[in-house]
């Protein structure tokens, strides 16, 4: 199984950053895949899905700021974050929805902070 997150960094409230996700093929042609996040002191959280065939879903808290996508060649799944807030900072994972693997892989760690 590889999972393997990017992209992830400090930066100020209201800007950006687009995480990426390299998922093994045999996992990522079938399955529909998500972002998940757990800040400090938090239980991990789903922030957004996309199926298969490209349709997305997304947790209440990022709708209208998040856009996942994903990239069936690449075997990649995108997070652009936009508009970014201090309540957003978390250790983002990639992994299948709505089952996802027991491994979580090493994650990318999102700091929003001036």
């Known amino acids: 199984v590889q999972l393997q997150a990017s992209g992830g960094g400090l930066v100020q409230p209201g800007g950006s950053l687009r995480l990426s996700c390299v998922a093994s093929g045999s996992i990522f042609r079938l399955n529909s895949m998500a972002w998940y996040r757990q800040g400090p002191g938090k239980q991990r959280e789903l922030v957004a899905a996309i199926n298969s065939g490209g349709t997305p879903n997304y947790a209440d808290s990022v709708k209208g700021r998040f856009t996942i996508s994903r990239d069936n060649a690449k075997n990649t799944v995108y997070l652009q974050m936009n508009s970014l807030k201090p309540e957003d900072t978390a250790v983002y994972y990639c992994?299948?929805?709505?089952?996802?693997?027991?491994?979580w892989g090493k994650g990318t760690l999102v700091t929003v902070s001036s």
């Open positions: 992994n299948k929805w709505p089952l996802p693997f027991g491994y």
